[in-house]
């Protein structure tokens, strides 16, 4: 059974970081194109970065570039989002996905990543 699981959201202060991991089971992370996508309350989810099979090439929106990281470790089959000077417009659920390296992945069209988690809760407040 395929199973993406996220961790590392919670409450930090505008300005603040988080590391968000997603971790696979039943998967290898390394033979997929890996994303991660954002849900505000109300709004549809939002591609936010995404790495390519080789870790060559990485894609984030507009609005997290210079602030987000995306990285792969195959060694723990992870992915990771680094997230650093947080706003209250990034304050979201957060979720992993999976694609096939050969999808439209960088585009960020949901329906081209077959595996999700359940999210986190990420919350920028003072």
């Known amino acids: 059974q395929v199973q993406l699981v996220e961790s590392g959201g919670g409450l930090v202060q505008p300005g603040g970081s988080l590391r968000l991991s997603c971790a696979a089971s039943?998967?290898?992370?390394?033979?997929?194109?890996i994303g991660w996508f954002r849900q505000a309350p109300g709004k549809e989810h939002e591609g936010v970065s995404c790495?390519?099979?080789?870790?060559?090439?990485?894609y984030y929106t507009d609005s997290v570039k210079g602030r987000f990281t995306i990285s792969r470790d195959n060694a723990t089959n992870t992915v990771s989002l680094q997230m650093n000077s947080l706003k209250p417009e990034d304050t979201a659920v957060y979720y992993c996905?999976?694609?096939?390296?050969?999808?439209?992945?960088?585009?960020?069209?949901?329906?081209?990543?077959?595996?999700w988690g359940q999210g986190t809760q990420v919350t920028v407040s003072s």
């Open positions: 996905a999976a694609a096939r390296p050969w999808s439209a992945y960088r585009d960020f069209y949901p329906n081209e990543y077959i595996y």
């Open positions: 039943g998967l290898t992370l390394g033979e997929y194109a």
């Open positions: 790495i390519d099979l080789t870790d060559r090439e990485t």
